[in-house]
């Protein structure tokens, strides 16, 4: 069971200091929607012991058995001009946490937090945009920290820290930790410009930069060699037809050119 008071005793500064603690919800990114929409302040987090609709990318879903792992949403009211950032101020945070753990990761575009070719941790962000204004931003993150094994059909994409350092890490802790490490760089983001992050971020990847990838979406399949990300957070890929921007899709394989 998660020790709601170790962790408020651990943590500092504002993101987490309204922690909704649930033992079993659908999805926290739901939970945390319902609570942007009555205006609860920013660094609320939703965090879950389990999830049974856990939500990822892409339409799929996200594996979330009780005690072993973090799954947990952060609202946020970011000023829209930054929004961009906010995947790429995730991930990175989230690999410096990992750092700290000794777990080295690389960043696959646009959240995906890796070990080799498997998931260690996942980023999904929904906002809320009315008459053009973004209302909210909820980051959700799920972090596959003690769990000893995978189902057959997970092994081959999933790991988790236990796996690698093999030995069992203070899920209050480590919370805490993130939640430190996000809160800094988001409040100084601002200041920060976006050759800074991108140089944050490509430091991580193994992906972003001459990359020889498939790229889906919506069906379509793209082949191409990955050439940075573009102001907006867009992954640029030279194709055979030119240089193309995606802003979604599933990149998939990456051979180092
Ligand atoms: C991905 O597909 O990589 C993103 C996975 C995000 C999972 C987290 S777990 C906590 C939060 N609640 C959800 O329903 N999804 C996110």
Not at 71 to 88: G, K
Not at 112 to 121: E, F, P, Q, S, T
Not at 127 to 153: D, H, P, Q
Not at 199 to 221: A, D
Request: proline letters at 3%; one cysteine or more; a negative charge.
């Amino acid at each position: 069971m998660f020790d709601t008071r170790y962790f408020h005793s651990l943590r500092s500064g504002n993101f987490g200091a309204e922690l909704y603690y649930l033992s079993e919800v659908d999805s926290t990114n739901r939970v945390a929607g319902e609570l942007a929409t009555k205006g609860m302040r920013e660094g609320t987090v939703v965090l879950a012991e389990s999830q049974t609709a856990g939500r990822g990318r892409n339409a799929h879903s996200w594996y979330s058995p009780p005690f072993v792992n973090l799954y947990f949403t952060i609202l946020l009211y970011p000023p829209a001009d930054r929004l961009h950032y906010l995947p790429f101020l995730t991930s990175v945070s989230l690999a410096e946490t990992l750092e700290i753990y000794g777990v080295q990761c690389d960043l696959k575009w646009p959240n995906d937090i890796l070990v080799g070719r498997k998931k260690i941790a996942g980023v999904l962000i929904q906002t809320s945009v009315e008459e053009n204004r973004l209302r909210y931003a909820i980051v959700g993150i799920g972090m596959n920290v003690n769990a000893k094994s995978f189902s057959a059909t997970l092994d081959s994409v999933a790991i988790s820290m236990f796996q690698i350092i093999t030995r069992e890490s203070n899920r209050e802790e480590l919370l805490a930790t993130f939640l430190s490490k996000f809160e800094g760089h988001y409040s100084t983001m601002k200041e920060l410009s976006w050759d800074e992050l991108r140089e944050m971020v490509q430091r991580r990847s193994t992906y972003i930069q001459g990359c020889e990838v498939k790229i889906e979406q919506q069906g379509r399949v793209i082949m191409g060699t990955t050439a940075g990300l573009d102001p907006m957070g867009g992954l640029v890929l030279e194709t055979e037809l030119g240089p193309e921007v995606f802003y979604a899709g599933e990149v998939e394989a990456c051979r180092k050119k």
